[in-house]
């Protein structure tokens, strides 16, 4: 299954003297002769500023265009199967008229939050005539509408294959005389179908940038690398592709994101400027080959002359939502960054918050032997413990009071839903008394974690898919009848359950005449060991570097990690956890 989807934005049309307009049929020649034998499907995909000041007169202008560009297509192609998806850009608003109660609003507008029914309607009613056309010319289930304000998603199936096109409305909050940093987008309103796809992309009008930072920027950036590996944007008229690879991901991960700007298909400015880009998707392949055309006219002839073309590997980034295209809560993602206390770095700007995932290292474990008696341990390092964890089905990690038990719970959730699986977390307190309450507790569990994901839709998963991470498992009911009903549940349930807790549960697991008849015998069971002296100079090594800007060289770097490093020897114990380490580093 390959696509081929030709990126067109900021074509701003005025009136029907438009010189563009005379350039449809070699628009409609240029991605036409992108048509390999391979190609399922074409995608014209205006990426906003279709028009230049929201009127319907240059919306009608704009169907004209584009069905001049479909015609030319199909006239070398008659069986070129052409699907149109179309997002707002700023121009695409209507301003005239009295904007000062919308200005107002917009103001008071809470980053990343939806505002009131009554205040949405105000601060849409630009986009007016957008919709009329949108919802006309490309339908509901194609464009951002008024049946879908802030978000929507588009399936293109071939066979067992799928390709998904998230489309965002980033002009929702456009104003005449915008700045970066003026926007915000409201993330609750990213809600995916649940149904599995093979490859996303994410179009939007507005580069990241413009997005209030950093408290709307890096959310929405963060939220568009889990949910897409390409992400198409305009509005800067520059046609280019950058490649971003954080140093730094959850679970120690980085995750590549491929950022294409489209260009300008019509500069009012300087008319002799037309350009656009066509990328082509292999979607089994995981392949993307992203070119540049840029028209050109020669001795009374036309065409568009190809100024840039390559070939880049799609991440597996598209799949982090989980099996079921499962989507988190924006407070669950801000209970699984949450380190446990605020931290700042003293060469970072304080207003961006330190995530756990930012400093975190898995401790090295200890694991009792199948007598569970000590004699034959062995050490699982910090660099495989989530796999290590992840690939057994009945797991239980013992530790110290302040060894970082939540912490290793929470990374283990989002290493398992970085996998590709869907996993809960539940504490022992909170978990019922008996196993039917256990499942409503469960059902609950999901409408908290998860935005798009029912709880009918997370029981029909395949059991492999599913896990369940349990903090403070010794506060779960102490009585073996009950807790032996309540692990079987868990077990009923999910492929593979972790259970976290204080080392009391070692204990409790031993005592009996028959030990092995222990409720948690059968479980792998791992202890939590301190910091050793490579982990703590690698910590120290991460948490330097999270100065940004100011991070030293090599070797001022490597001089620093052995200062630090001889000041945690002296002062702290062995058992030490990343979090006290870090609170040494910052107090």
Same mark, same amino acid.
């Given at each position: 299954?390959?696509?081929?989807?030709?990126?067109?934005?900021?074509?701003?049309?005025?009136?029907?003297?438009?010189?563009?307009?005379?350039?449809?049929?070699?628009?409609?020649?240029?991605?036409?002769?992108?048509?390999?034998?391979?190609?399922?499907?074409?995608?014209?995909?205006? &990426?906003?500023?279709?028009?230049?000041?929201?009127?319907?007169? #240059?919306?009608?202008?704009?169907?004209?265009?584009?069905?001049?560009?479909?015609?030319?297509?199909?006239?070398?192609?008659?069986?070129?199967?052409?699907?149109?998806?179309?997002?707002?850009?700023?121009?695409?608003?209507?301003?005239?008229?009295?904007?000062?109660?919308?200005?107002?609003?917009?103001?008071?507008?809470?980053?990343?939050?939806?505002?009131?029914?009554?205040?949405? $309607?105000?601060?849409?009613?630009?986009?007016?005539? /957008?919709?009329?056309?949108?919802?006309?010319?490309?339908?509901?289930? $194609?464009?951002?509408?008024?049946?879908?304000?802030?978000?929507?998603?588009?399936?293109?199936?071939?066979?067992?294959?799928?390709?998904?096109?998230?489309?965002?409305?980033?002009?929702?909050?456009?104003?005449?005389?915008?700045?970066?940093?003026?926007?915000?987008?409201?993330?609750?309103?990213?809600?995916?179908?649940?149904?599995?796809?093979? &490859?996303?992309?994410?179009?939007?009008?507005?580069?990241?940038?413009?997005?209030? %930072?950093?408290?709307?920027?890096?959310?929405?950036?963060?939220?568009?690398?889990?949910?897409?590996?390409?992400?198409?944007? $305009?509005?800067?008229?520059?046609?280019?592709?950058?490649? #971003?690879?954080?140093?730094?991901?959850?679970?120690?991960?980085?995750?590549?994101?491929?950022?294409?700007?489209?260009?300008?298909? #019509?500069?009012?400015?300087?008319?002799?400027?037309?350009?656009?880009?066509?990328?082509?998707?292999?979607?089994?392949?995981?392949? *993307? %080959?992203?070119?540049?055309?840029? /028209?050109?006219?020669?001795?009374?002839?036309?065409?568009?002359?190809?100024?840039?073309?390559?070939?880049?590997?799609?991440?597996?980034?598209?799949?982090?939502?989980?099996?079921?295209?499962?989507?988190?809560?924006?407070?669950?993602?801000?209970?699984?960054?949450?380190?446990?206390?605020?931290?700042?770095?003293?060469?970072?700007?304080?207003?961006?918050?330190?995530?756990?995932?930012?400093?975190?290292? /898995?401790?090295?474990?200890?694991?009792?032997?199948?007598?569970?008696?000590?004699?034959? %341990?062995?050490?699982?390092?910090? #660099?495989?413990?989530?796999?290590?964890? *992840?690939? =057994?089905?009945?797991?239980?990690?013992?530790?110290?009071?302040?060894?970082?038990?939540?912490?290793?719970?929470?990374?283990?959730?989002?290493?398992?839903?970085?996998?590709?699986?869907?996993?809960?977390?539940?504490?022992?307190?909170?978990?019922?008394?008996?196993?039917?309450?256990?499942?409503?507790?469960?059902?609950?569990?999901?409408?908290?974690?998860?935005? $798009?994901?029912?709880?009918?839709?997370?029981?029909?998963?395949?059991?492999?898919?599913?896990?369940?991470?349990?903090?403070?498992?010794?506060?779960?009911?102490?009585?073996?009848?009950?807790?032996?009903?309540?692990?079987?549940?868990?077990?009923? %349930?999910?492929?593979?359950?972790?259970?976290?807790?204080?080392?009391?549960?070692? *204990?409790?697991?031993?005592?009996?005449?028959?030990?092995?008849?222990?409720?948690?015998?059968?479980?792998?069971?791992?202890?939590?060991?301190?910091?050793?002296?490579?982990?703590?100079?690698?910590?120290?090594?991460?948490?330097?570097?999270?100065?940004?800007?100011?991070?030293?060289?090599?070797?001022?770097?490597?001089?620093?990690?052995?200062?630090?490093?001889?000041? *945690?020897?002296?002062?702290?114990?062995?058992?030490? =956890?990343?979090?006290?380490?870090?609170?040494?580093?910052?107090?």
């Amino acid at each position: 299954m390959t696509i081929l989807l030709a990126q067109l934005g900021d074509i701003h049309f005025k009136g029907d003297s438009d010189p563009v307009l005379a350039r449809a049929p070699q628009l409609g020649a240029a991605i036409s002769a992108e048509l390999s034998a391979d190609v399922t499907t074409v995608v014209l995909a205006l &990426c906003g500023d279709t028009a230049f000041s929201g009127t319907k007169q #240059q919306f009608q202008i704009a169907r004209g265009f584009v069905e001049a560009i479909e015609t030319e297509i199909r006239r070398r192609n008659a069986s070129a199967s052409i699907r149109r998806v179309i997002v707002p850009g700023n121009h695409d608003c209507d301003f005239s008229g009295d904007q000062e109660a919308r200005d107002f609003m917009l103001t008071g507008i809470k980053e990343n939050e939806v505002p009131a029914t009554s205040v949405r $309607n105000l601060v849409l009613a630009p986009l007016t005539e /957008y919709f009329v056309f949108a919802r006309e010319f490309v339908g509901d289930a $194609n464009a951002i509408t008024e049946a879908h304000h802030f978000y929507v998603a588009v399936d293109i199936a071939d066979g067992d294959l799928k390709l998904r096109l998230h489309l965002l409305n980033t002009a929702w909050m456009s104003s005449i005389h915008e700045q970066p940093g003026s926007i915000h987008f409201p993330l609750s309103e990213i809600r995916p179908p649940v149904e599995p796809v093979d &490859c996303s992309l994410a179009i939007l009008h507005h580069p990241t940038h413009w997005f209030s %930072q950093p408290h709307a920027m890096r959310p929405l950036r963060d939220r568009l690398a889990r949910l897409a590996s390409v992400v198409l944007v $305009n509005h800067e008229h520059v046609p280019e592709a950058t490649e #971003q690879v954080p140093l730094f991901g959850r679970d120690g991960g980085a995750t590549k994101t491929l950022y294409v700007s489209g260009g300008v298909v #019509q500069e009012n400015s300087e008319p002799e400027i037309c350009n656009f880009v066509t990328l082509k998707i292999d979607v089994a392949g995981k392949a *993307l %080959q992203v070119s540049r055309f840029e /028209y050109r006219a020669n001795n009374g002839k036309s065409f568009f002359e190809r100024t840039a073309d390559e070939m880049v590997g799609l991440s597996e980034n598209e799949l982090n939502m989980g099996p079921a295209g499962a989507s988190l809560t924006d407070s669950m993602i801000e209970f699984l960054d949450d380190p446990g206390a605020p931290i700042t770095h003293p060469n970072r700007d304080p207003r961006i918050p330190v995530r756990l995932a930012d400093m975190f290292l /898995y401790p090295d474990l200890w694991e009792l032997d199948a007598d569970h008696d000590g004699s034959d %341990q062995k050490q699982v390092k910090s #660099q495989n413990v989530s796999e290590e964890v *992840l690939i =057994t089905p009945k797991v239980l990690i013992t530790g110290g009071e302040k060894s970082g038990r939540t912490s290793i719970v929470k990374m283990l959730f989002m290493a398992a839903f970085d996998a590709g699986r869907v996993p809960v977390f539940l504490t022992g307190a909170e978990i019922p008394k008996n196993g039917e309450r256990l499942r409503k507790k469960i059902r609950d569990a999901i409408k908290e974690q998860y935005s $798009n994901l029912s709880p009918d839709a997370f029981e029909q998963l395949e059991k492999a898919d599913r896990v369940v991470l349990v903090d403070d498992v010794h506060r779960m009911a102490s009585t073996a009848s009950v807790r032996q009903e309540l692990l079987d549940e868990l077990e009923r %349930q999910f492929g593979t359950v972790v259970l976290c807790g204080d080392n009391l549960i070692k *204990l409790d697991e031993m005592n009996g005449r028959d030990a092995r008849n222990s409720n948690l015998w059968e479980y792998r069971h791992l202890i939590i060991v301190g910091f050793g002296e490579s982990l703590r100079e690698q910590f120290v090594r991460q948490w330097l570097m999270l100065g940004g800007d100011t991070v030293p060289d090599d070797e001022t770097l490597a001089a620093e990690v052995d200062r630090i490093c001889s000041l *945690l020897n002296d002062g702290t114990e062995t058992t030490g =956890t990343a979090l006290s380490w870090t609170l040494t580093l910052t107090g």
